[in-house]
C-alpha cells in the first residue's frame, strides 16, 4: 500500500518542507502593521495561485472520468491496481481542491486595521494563510505524482514490449 503513495508522499513531504524554509526564511513577524503587509503580499499571489489550483484540480477530476472510460473500452485488460490509483488520484485531486476553496475563501475577508482585534490576530491569520498556501501547493504536487505513475503504469501496460 505504502508503495504506490510513495512518490505523492515524498512530493507532499518536498514541498512541505520547502514551505517551511521558506517560512523560516521570511523570519518572525513582530507587529501587527508588519503582519498586515505580509497578508496583502500573500493575498495578492494567493489568489491567483488559489484559483489555478482549483481549476487544476477541477480539471484533473473531470480527466479521471475520462480515463476510467478509456481504461474500461481498451482492449487490454488492466488490474486493480489502475483502478486504485484513479481512485487515489481523484481523493487527492478533491482534497486539494478543498484546500483551495477554502484558501480563497479566507482571502477575500478584508484586511484592514480593526481596533477590537487582539494584537496576535494578524500574525495568526497570516500564518494560517502562509500554511494554507503550502498545502495547497504540497496537495497539487501529490496529485501530480500520483497522475504520473498512473499514466505511466497505463502507458506500460498497452504499449508492445519492454521498451518504456
Known sequence: MLKHWS????????????????REAIGTIYSSGEAIMLLE????SGLYLGSASATAS???LALMLTLIGMVRRSDHDFDDAVYQNIDRIAKLATASLMVSLMLLLV????????DD???DWYPNLY??????TVLAVALLASTVAMLYRTVRHVI?????GDEV
Open 7 to 22: 512518490w505523492p508522499i515524498f512530493a507532499f513531504v518536498a514541498i512541505c518542507a520547502f514551505g517551511y524554509v521558506a
Open 41 to 44: 503580499a500573500l493575498a495578492r
Open 58 to 60: 477541477a480539471t484533473t
Open 107 to 114: 482571502l477575500v475577508f478584508p484586511v484592514g486595521e480593526f
Open 117 to 119: 482585534l487582539p494584537n
Open 127 to 132: 500564518e494560517g494563510l502562509f500554511g494554507l
Open 156 to 160: 506500460a501496460s498497452i504499449t508492445p
